[in-house]
């Protein structure tokens, strides 16, 4: 499966962004989905998932309320729409896919996107 994340760029703080996350190669409407960020000097971090058939969905505490993730209607698409975004939410954004296991954890994703720069400005 390969991915493509897509929709990131430079916003102000309280605006809103909709990232995108897409196949050409394949559905992967079998697979849960996670979406992973990383700032410069830290770690990856775990952001939200949704399970694979779209009725369960997984955020960190701090975009609980502000982010939401859902699979789309075509089978090979997902998306994180990311509002009242902070200047803390700045990092490369990351899509994921794996079919078991975990959804917190970035070991056990078996396909990545290449990442999609998020800049939140103060």
């Known amino acids: 499966v390969q991915l493509q994340a897509s929709g990131g760029g430079l916003v102000q703080a309280g605006d809103s962004l909709r990232l995108s996350c897409a196949s050409s190669?394949?559905?992967?409407?079998?697979?849960?989905l996670g979406w992973f960020r990383q700032a410069p000097g830290k770690e990856r971090e775990f952001v939200a998932a949704?399970?694979?058939?779209?009725?369960?969905?997984y955020y960190t505490d701090s975009v609980k309320g502000r982010f939401t993730i859902s699979k789309g209607n075509a089978k090979n698409s997902a998306y994180l729409q990311m509002n009242s975004l902070k200047p803390e939410d700045t990092a490369v954004y990351y899509c994921?896919?794996?079919?078991?296991?975990?959804?917190?954890?970035?070991?056990?994703?078996?396909?990545w996107g290449q990442g999609t720069q998020v800049t939140v400005s103060s």
């Open positions: 190669t394949q559905t992967f409407s079998n697979y849960a």
């Open positions: 949704v399970s694979w058939n779209g009725g369960a969905t």
């Open positions: 994921a896919v794996r079919r078991f296991g975990n959804l917190y954890l970035a070991s056990g994703y078996e396909y």
